[in-house]
């Protein structure tokens, strides 16, 4: 199946900085989602970005999926950005099952 | 803005013991899946139904596993004989094209 794979695994960060995370995948894909799930588990979805560019506040992705991968930047980090981002892809055409790739822990120091 | 729901948020149940997990997925969604996660681990795909059916199982979705859509909004995942390495958060979701919703999750420890 689908490999997919971010970095960095980990990443330690003064309140303030900004960011840029990262998701490989092994294989094209039609859909791809980013995720955040905070300290309660919940995942809260960011972006459903299967190609191109998008923005929402202080948090922007891009796909380039004819290179496979795609990247989550955060600006401005606040403490409340702490968590795990996860990228997920669905190879199917669309309504299949997503795959997770292995997470990056962020954490966002006062 | 509409969302998954999914309850409990925590159960405790022993070994052995059937559990049933709710959620109601958003309300003109035609695709609802299950997910979950191990403890430090990443989010694994269980099984999505569309249509009344199972459209696709992973290979951890075994015989003890069912899932159920009894009325029109609910959407159930049935444990039918709980172990040990089956605590783990589970999550639900749906979708109506190709993006999908996640519900807040179950965490289930079974001791």
């Known amino acids: 199946g689908i490999q997919v794979e971010q970095s960095p695994p980990d990443l330690i960060l003064q309140e303030g900085a900004n960011s840029t995370l990262r998701c490989n995948f092994s294989d094209s894909v039609n859909n791809l989602q980013w995720f955040h799930q905070n300290p309660w588990g919940q995942l809260i979805n960011l972006f459903y970005i299967p190609s191109g560019t998008k923005q929402n506040g202080r948090l922007s992705a891009t796909t380039v999926a004819t290179e496979r991968y795609s990247l989550l930047y955060i600006s401005s980090s606040q403490t409340t950005d702490s968590g795990v981002y996860f990228c997920a892809v669905d190879q199917a055409f669309g309504n299949e099952k997503l795959t997770f790739g292995t997470g990056t822990r962020l954490t966002i120091i006062p | 803005e509409p969302e998954v729901t999914q309850t409990p948020s925590h159960q405790v149940t022993q070994m052995g013991q059937e559990v049933i997990l709710r959620c109601v997925p958003i309300s003109n969604h035609l695709y609802f899946y299950w997910y979950r996660q191990i403890l430090g681990q990443k989010v694994e795909f269980l099984v999505s139904?569309?249509?009344?059916?199972?459209?696709?199982k992973s290979e951890i979705f075994d015989d003890q596993f069912s899932v159920e859509r009894p009325d029109g909004s609910n959407f159930t995942l049935k444990i039918r004989s709980t172990k040990l390495e089956d605590s783990a958060m589970y999550f639900c979701?749906?979708?109506?094209?190709?993006?999908?919703?996640f519900g807040p999750g179950t965490r289930l420890t079974v001791t």
């Open positions: 979701a749906s979708g109506q094209s190709y993006e999908q919703y």
């Open positions: 139904f569309y249509n009344n059916e199972i459209s696709e």
